[in-house]
């Protein structure tokens, strides 16, 4: 009699009129089935145990069955339980009699998918998961029936079953519960809407149980690929399908799977049993089934193969593992939130869960040492009872060591000039992987494991103070890019720098939730309309609300800004409304770094001392620009500059991103000058009725200031990035001003002042014409015969006056119009010239030239005889004969040995006749500038 006829023999033999409770019908059915099922005491066939029981019942009945056979035995048990009439059957891979204790033993996990698939062991080998003994669908998915080799403990049980679930895409978070029992194939389900007919079949996959050890089931591939742990470039993929078809085994075009007999290790299997896989997302893998002379399967990942196909290098520098990568510590967990934000909260714990004690199994080496290096990770994650969590990390901002405490509060780590320690920064240092296990030898000779410091932590300490990559990354320290204010189009995020390694993370200005918009083109015009406003006009209000949102566009238009000088009569409120922009900005700051900061042109110095003070500040503000000496030409040197040089005190020199809007003010009017033109949106400002409160407009500002950079900011991100970057007839504007004020509906006037870049077209057709080449030879003859008072530039090249150039020109038809602005005289052209940006560099002698582009050739342009003469020739012609000239002066066989000759060439101007000496700078007031002498002898060699 067949199994299935001795079922229905047993179930028809009971008397159907005698009262039974679901309970006792269900223990009937199973002892049933353990007599049918029972194993013989000579098999050699692995055996597990399973309990069945019901849904709304306490009680549980247990019994044994042979692996090879569970599939069978879920489906008897389901059709003679569905015959009886009972519903909700449910199943355990445990010895359990009832379900509110804990089982006496566990034997196996059932996995509980919530997807739904037509290949159910393709998931399976996609997934690289052991094959299950047995599988069956369900109406939301499929389950996966795993008995394991021997009993385990309730412990185990989870950290298998949490593995086992995390592998697929929809598994069930009550599979690693072990109070948890599952419906049997078939069954009836009883749901909101009533009960509902399940019909499904259990079939054997595997008759061979796991192994009853963690390392049974792999680390889930499915999480390593959501942390990053692969991310190859799309000629990496195209490399590993070259190498494939070049095996004879291509990848499909679209995701699923193609079966061979062949298989990179092997050219020919018995029978097709090597998958090549293509997943949702084009990545490429393959399993193969196959022998392998004993080795057994073999699983290829992405990089396998692109290491197989020849790209060591790129796998070696994109491969990210988070086993031999990240430390344990509060960034690791940041990245997992970060990196499994889609997955519910319960699979994300669970994958940090897995992953921890994964990585102590790994460094432990040694079972007796797991316990120890879970309870050091717990301090590095959790800190000590007293003080709280602590999370260190390296701020981007202020190029700082910093912590947030268990309150959330920002303090920079403080250590002495040697660096950290690990008595005074205790709790910062705990939070690292300095604090680690470590072996201590006892005096009988025996070795225990101990919590304590690495030996290299003094070091590692020392260099992450300055954000040096490798120590940050050995330490599991983060990079933190830190916004304190509202920034557009930057978002909080978590990732892993390819090349370093390092966990870097984003953390974005958020605004309260209390927030509302306040229209802010609305607000500030009805301000004006009231007259409680100091500005001209309407068009001047649209440039004021540009000036309030462009440090949003910071992180986009990194010396793209602008400057927005504000100019009007003394009194008019050219500070008041500066004071505005700031302090709408500080009333929505959350961190400790100021709003603003003033720029300092005392010095080279100094300036760049402010700009080491100032990082995390929006604006940089030039007061009185127009009256103060060296400011028009740092804002010009600052405008249109991606990066600046910044110094702090006892600190080297490092490059930080020009981030500041450069606001600016004067009572005069801007520079005639097109270099500041072009860089500048000019806002005016306007008297304003002296009964009016200006300190009560600022406070009503500053109180919709939040609502107001929150529309500002939707307004901004209206536009993607791109957009602000791609503005066409800008007429040579920067970048950010012309976009503000197209979205904004502001109009910028033309872009006027002097621009030399005529000049010096005008002075290259001179150079052409037979006068002028009579008159540079002439010049060059003169200083030949002048001989140790003439510098080697003038005997070496030809130069030529500039009233003869101007005399010239302006005879010309389009010329005369060009010399009208310095009234034809050659000292205005010549203190125009010097007060050019990038001549007080030559001026000063930091440079032997102006470089000059005209059409497609650079040239190399000097003033020269007192500022009256200048030198315009080929950049390449200028190094030539000058350099030729300088080694020939270099390898003079014999000194001079007259008195007066020596003395001469000590005094000579001329450093290419001399050792080389330090030229010493000279600051031109305007009269020095127009003296019609010039500067003294000694004051021309020095420039």
Known sequence: MSTADELTSAIDGTDACSPRTGGEALAEIVAQHAQIYAPSPDTSAPTTCVSFGRMHSDVTFPMVVEVPRIAELLNNVADAAVAMGLHDVQFWLQQRTNKAGAPETIH??????????????????????????AYFQTLNGYKLVYPLDSAISAELFEQIAKRLTLGFEGGDPGSWSVSQGQRLPKCIKTTARGQVSVDFKAQLANPIPLTSDISSVPFPRRVMRALGGWSPAPADREKIRDYLIEMGIPAPESPGHALYAACPVSDEHDSKCCYVNVDDIGAVSMTCLGGHAGEGRKYWSEANLLMLAGGDAAVGEAIFDPFKHLPVTWAARELFEYKLRDWPASLRHAAFDVWVREKARLEAKVPAALDVTLDVYKRRLLGDREFGPVKPYFSEVEQKLAYDDAAGRRSFVNCKESGPSTKSNLHEAQATAAWTVCEEEKRDGSIVHVPGWAQTTSSLMNKSTIGQRAALRVLGVPTIMRYDLPVAHVQDGWGV?????????TKAFQFPAGVE??????????????????????????????????????????????????????????????????????????????????????????????????????YARAKEAGKRLG??????????????????????????????????????????????????????????????????????????????????????????????????????????????????????????????????EAMRDFITTPTAKDEGERERKKAMDRGAKESGEMKSLPSYRLSLFID??????????????????????????????????????????????????????????????????????YESKTLSGQAGAKVASTPPTDGAAAESAASSPDVEQGQKSEPSPIVFSDADLLNEGGPSSNKESAS
């Open 497 to 505: 720098e390819p090349r370093t390694k390092v966990i870097t993370a």
């Open 108 to 133: 196996g996990a059932v996995v509980d998918v919530d997807v739904l698939t037509a290949d159910i062991l393709g998931e399976v080998e996609r997934a690289g998961m052991p094959m299950p003994a």
């Open 808 to 877: 010239q020109m302006k005879g010309i038809a389009g010329y005369k119009e060009l010399f009208a602005t310095f009234g034809d005289k050659a000292r205005s052209l010549a203190t125009r010239i010097m007060r050019e940006s990038g001549y007080a560099a030559v001026r000063t002698g930091k440079r032997q030239y102006l470089a000059v582009q005209i059409g497609s050739i650079e040239y190399a342009f000097k003033l020269t005889r007192n500022y009256r003469n200048f030198i315009l020739v080929p950049k390449a012609e």
């Open 517 to 618: 918009e306040i229209p802010a083109l609305e607000f500030f015009l009805k301000l004006f309309r009231d007259g409680r406003l100091p500005l001209a006009s309407e068009n001047d209000v649209h440039l004021f609300v540009a000036c309030l949102a462009a440090p949003l566009l910071r992180d986009i238009g990194r010396g793209q800004l602008g400057i927005w000088w504000v100019i009007g009569p003394p009194g008019a409120g050219k500070d008041f409304l500066a004071e505005m922009c700031t302090g709408a900005w500080e009333t929505v700051s959350t961190g400790p770094s100021r709003v603003s900061f003033d720029l300092n042109v005392t010095n080279d110095l100094e300036t760049k001392r402010s700009f080491a003070a100032a990082e995390g500040a929006v």
């Open 631 to 760: 400011m028009i030409e740092t804002l010009i040197q600052v405008a249109g500059t991606s990066t600046l040089t910044a110094r702090g005190m006892k600190e080297n020199e490092r490059s930080i991103p020009n981030s500041f809007v450069i606001l600016a003010d004067s009572a005069e009017d801007l520079p005639d000058r097109r270099e500041i033109s072009r860089r500048t949106v000019m806002i005016s400002v306007a008297d304003m009725d002296d009964s009016i409160s200006k300190g009560a407009v600022l406070d009503e500002v500053k109180k919709a200031a939040p609502g107001l950079l929150l529309n500002l900011k939707r307004i901004v991100e209206s536009k993607p990035p791109e957009w602000y970057l791609r503005q066409t007839d800008t007429g040579s504007r920067l970048l950010i001003p012309v976009a503000l004020a197209r979205l904004l509906g502001a109009t910028l006037p033309e872009v006027q002042g002097q621009d030399l870049s005529d000049i010096f």
